[in-house]
């Protein structure tokens, strides 16, 4: 069995440490790091890491797409991807679809973890079509015995508001064990195809739902979309719901390094544990143990 991970906006992310930072000033360091990343990839990546076989489908377009592919083959990840530029060379030039690149800057003077983000440019037009096209195609590839999709994180502008609630409800079809960790209409339009477990972090699941989450709230919204929820948020309790079950769950402190990608990694862990078979709870402790690998390493979304 296998895991399919998607994540529509991909990311190739720079790591900088220093020993501090001055304001006004320049500042080098010579310990930095290239990696491939976006939400989909750190889950494929742990999930790659944990011995779990798993494919991971992706846009790609512009420039940096053979460094993008290039640093996945390092990390021994499998990438199925379409085109996500435009097709002609007088429309390439506005850099359509092209990756984007993020940053992470590691201050050692107050352990602080700072991200820089780039906003994805918008994909060109049929990306989406060829997108499902290929979707499809994996779907119905019987050597892959497809088990579970991911589907992490934004998508890049460009995408309808139609393609997360589409992929959802193929999966569904399918008889895929589908996992969302998604926000926003994403998240809400996707529900009523009854994902099985739902894993946006606190911040995100408050800015969707127009609410803080309140215990029945939450069993509430599980009942209805018949799906289980995790409500992860950072080092804090992790909020859970299982049927009429309500849970809080303490995440042990660990060292932080880089905090970047632990959501992705508590997923992969999470994932790979009902893969074999353990009940929830269990589950979300192994997410909880990858999380915290993954804070203490500089190598964003891993556990080694």
């Known amino acids: 069995m296998s895991f399919l991970t998607?994540?529509?906006?991909?990311?190739?992310?720079?790591?900088?440490?220093?020993?501090?930072?001055?304001?006004?000033?320049?500042?080098?360091?010579?310990?930095?790091?290239?990696?491939?990343?976006?939400?989909?990839?750190?889950?494929?990546?742990?999930?790659?890491?944990l011995g779990k076989k798993t494919v991971h489908l992706t846009q790609l377009g512009g420039?940096?797409?053979?460094?993008?592919?290039?640093?996945?083959?390092?990390?021994?990840?499998?990438?199925?991807?379409?085109?996500?530029?435009?097709m002609t060379a007088g429309e390439a030039s506005d850099h359509t679809g092209e990756i984007r690149f993020c940053y992470t800057v590691l201050n050692g003077s107050d352990n602080s973890v700072t991200e820089l983000v780039e906003e994805s440019r918008e994909v060109a037009a049929g990306t989406?079509?060829?997108?499902?096209?290929?979707?499809?195609?994996?779907?119905?590839?019987?050597?892959l015995n497809l088990n579970c999709l991911?589907?992490?994180?934004?998508?890049?502008?460009?995408?309808?508001d139609a393609v997360i609630p589409t992929i959802t409800r193929k999966a569904k079809e399918k008889g895929l064990r589908v996992i969302l960790d998604i926000k926003s209409s994403d998240l809400i339009k996707s529900l009523k195809y009854e994902p099985d477990?739902?894993?946006?972090?606190?911040?995100?699941?408050?800015?969707?739902?127009?609410?803080?989450?309140?215990?029945?709230?939450?069993?509430?919204?599980?009942?209805?979309?018949?799906?289980?929820?995790?409500?992860?948020?950072?080092?804090?309790?992790?909020?859970a719901v299982e049927k009429e079950n309500y849970f809080e769950i303490d995440v042990p402190a660990a060292k932080a390094v880089n905090t970047t990608g632990c959501g992705d990694a508590f997923t992969a862990g999470f994932a790979s544990a009902l893969e074999e078979g353990a009940d929830f709870t269990t589950a979300i402790n192994e997410g909880i143990r990858c999380?915290?690998?993954?804070?203490?390493?500089?190598?964003?979304g891993s556990i080694r």
């Open 6 to 49: 998607i994540c529509l906006n991909p990311t190739i992310q720079k790591t900088l440490r220093f020993y501090s930072i001055v304001p006004n000033s320049v500042n080098r360091t010579a310990f930095h790091r290239l990696d491939v990343s976006g939400k989909g990839i750190n889950v494929a990546r742990v999930l790659t890491q």
């Open 63 to 86: 420039v940096m797409r053979p460094l993008f592919l290039s640093l996945c083959e390092q990390d021994g990840l499998s990438v199925e991807w379409v085109e996500s530029a435009a």
């Open 128 to 143: 989406e079509e060829r997108l499902l096209k290929k979707y499809d195609e994996l779907l119905g590839d019987s050597s």
């Open 150 to 160: 991911i589907i992490s994180g934004t998508k890049a502008a460009g995408f309808s």
């Open 197 to 239: 477990f739902i894993k946006p972090n606190l911040e995100e699941f408050t800015k969707t739902f127009k609410t803080e989450p309140s215990k029945d709230m939450l069993i509430e919204l599980a009942q209805k979309y018949k799906c289980k929820i995790i409500l992860t948020n950072g080092s804090r309790k992790i909020l």
């Open 291 to 300: 999380g915290a690998l993954n804070a203490g390493l500089e190598r964003p």
